[in-house]
């Protein structure tokens, strides 16, 4: 009976000592670098598709022959594609999802006169093969890197117009084997004489709702959208700001831009497609010069730019406050959820991961779900049930301390009344995960019902 005793009270004193871990953790939570590249004044190449799988290269002649692979989240990288030629190297990556992606790569003499050749590349394995897709690109001044929705459909700015100036963006279909213009508006600043513009950034909500940053002759910039999947387009900020390079919408209205030119900066954020801004930042009231922008909800905002100051909103871009700073230049921003990733030279790959937190705000009472685990801490495995007052679409999952999905238990239909799942302690590829705190999280028809915590020992 003493003995039962005991290991009551030392089990409670575990739990609270482990409790007050994560608490450290989350308020000392920060963007961590992940690349597996020793610090040099190289920029890093490449995106995610999700929180765990990404893509990345080297930007520097002397050594972009070479396709990193990660499926862990930056813990372990492969080389999964190497160039054969010497002379060749890449130039842009953008993978669409796990499998398709495009790629762009160069090839220059290196002997007088130089001549070079610029090649776009398509995979459908993942970036282990890629194809030669240069025969269908139209011959244009430049390409830009090329951005795709999805598999089908993509774009990119051939430069502008020689006599119009406006920028020329064109889309595909059917994978990049058949190219059309799209209508862009032609601009003018101050009439008559015209704007010459072109694309540095595309980004979609969906198949329909797009958006473009543009740089303009002379230090200026402009955005587009466009709303029947990139067939026309229509000018949201006018010139005069200067060059824009990121812009990101969280839905058809609320989005922002962020740009910049040799000494200027420019942040813009929107409630309404930029029919009016609702907040504003430049040189006056900014910290750098701003080169990216990302929206992690309606509410989380991050911008970063040159230098590495990552700045964080937290009420929808009213104030902006200094999250940490960086000693590189940070380029790109991505985010999936609660996980982010920064680019950025200095061969650096940063790496964010927002805590899971408990929903206050949930729509069916917890104790009316009857959600627990038993036996709680467990080993090696543990039942976690619960029930449910209508015929539902349940997801239960598993996090860790980091916010890292560990395990979907399941994701399913399930009928009005009690049921119970099973975890045995192992991730998604049947790893068993080490002793620690972990969260089980129930989604009931798409929302958050329900965090708990759970212990693991070994």
Known sequence: MLNKVKSRFLGKHLLLILFFIVIMNLSAQEWTNISPFSTSNIRIFGNFVSEEEGWIFQGSSLVADQIYHTDDGGENWEIIYSLEDSLEFFTSLNMTDSQHGWATKMWIDNQYPYNQLKYYLKTTDSGYSWEDMTEYVPEVFETDPFYFINQDIGFFCGGSDTLSYQALIYKTINGGYDWSLTETPVLYYPYPYLVNYSVNKFFFLDENNGWAACSAFAGAGLSLSTSDGGENWEVGIEPPPPDLFDIHFIDPDHGGVAGRNASYTYVAITEDNFE??????????????????????????????????????????????????????????????????????????????????????????????????????????????????????????????????????????????????SWDGVDESGKPVSSGVYFYKLNVNGKSESVQKMLLLK
């Open 276 to 421: 009016t801004i609702s907040y504003q930042y430049d040189n006056s009231n900014w910290n750098q010069l701003a080169l990216a922008i990302c929206f992690q909800n309606d509410s989380t905002i991050w911008i970063t730019g040159e230098p590495g100051i990552i700045n964080r909103s937290t009420d929808g871009g009213a104030t902006f406050e200094i999250f940490q700073v960086i000693d590189a230049y940070l380029y790109t921003i991505q985010f999936f959820c609660n996980t982010g990733y920064i680019f950025g030279n200095q061969n650096a790959l940063f790496k964010y991961v927002e805590p899971v937190a408990i929903d206050n705000d949930v729509h069916i009472q917890t104790q009316d779900l009857n959600i627990i685990a038993y036996p709680n801490p467990f080993n090696p495995s543990t039942t976690i049930s619960f029930s449910i007052p209508n015929e539902s679409k349940v997801e239960l999952a598993v996090f860790n301390i980091k916010g890292q999905k560990v395990k979907i238990l399941t994701n399913n239909e399930f009928n009005k009344g009690n049921h119970s799942v």
